[in-house]
């Protein structure tokens, strides 16, 4: 069974830095596109950007690049998203997602990791 | 700023058939790409309910279709019921963005 595992959720200050993970298990991780998906509260769902993690091959949405880092270790079959300086405006739940391809659906979500920026 | 639009809200009663519109531009669907589409009720993280314009997961019922048409791609959900409630996203590639793009995401009501 497929499935991406997310880790816990996380309450951080501004100016903070912070990485979550996302773990895959039950396909070849290395195989597959990592995707990375914004929610803030009542909002809808934003694309920030992929990883393959075969060769760490990661393109940006405009709206995030230098923001944030994607990166992944297909040693540990796991993604990473992190930021070196927390904003309040980060506060949301963010979802890994499998793809197949870059265009592709992803049929398989992590289960969401929600971070909280406050002083 | 989402690039593939959809309206806000659409709402029906039990057992009607309601259709979500997606309208993008000549570089997402209007240029061939793909067109998915995803559930979410509240609490839970998105569910795939229509791959590649027409196509349904294994488990989703088919009063669930999709459809695309030039520029645009459409949702429709026949004899609506109440766990139909939920937020509907489609999703695209956009050549310009090199990148997945969203849909504004549209609320569905059953009256």
């Known amino acids: 069974e497929v499935q991406l595992v997310q880790s816990g959720a996380e309450v951080k200050k501004p100016g903070e830095s912070l990485k979550i993970s996302c773990q895959g298990s039950g396909y070849s991780f290395a195989n597959y596109w990592i995707s990375w998906v914004r929610q803030m509260p009542g909002k809808g769902l934003e694309w920030m950007g992929f990883?393959?993690?075969?060769?760490?091959?990661?393109t940006y949405s405009p709206s995030f690049q230098g923001q944030v880092t994607i990166s992944a270790d297909k040693s540990i079959n796991t993604a990473y998203l992190q930021w070196s300086s927390l904003e309040a405006s980060d506060t949301a739940m963010y979802y890994c997602v499998r793809l197949k391809a870059m265009g592709g659906s992803g049929a398989h979500w992590g289960q969401g990791t929600l971070v909280t920026v406050s002083s | 700023q989402s690039v593939l639009k959809q309206p806000p809200s659409v709402s029906g009663a039990p057992g009607q058939r309601v259709t979500i519109s997606c309208t993008g531009s000549?570089?997402?669907?209007?240029?061939?790409?793909?067109v998915h589409w995803y559930q979410q009720l509240p609490g839970t993280a998105p569910k795939l309910i229509i791959y590649v314009n027409s196509n349904r997961p294994s488990g989703v019922p088919d009063r669930f279709s999709g459809s695309k048409s030039y520029t645009a791609a459409s949702l429709a959900i026949t004899g609506l019921q109440a766990d139909d409630e939920a937020d509907y996203y489609c999703?695209?590639?956009?050549?310009?963005?090199?990148?997945?793009?969203f849909g504004t995401g549209t609320k569905v009501t059953v009256l």
């Open positions: 990883i393959h993690p075969s060769d760490s091959d990661t």
């Open positions: 000549g570089s997402n669907i209007g240029a061939g790409y793909d």
């Open positions: 999703q695209s590639y956009d050549e310009s963005l090199r990148g997945s793009v």
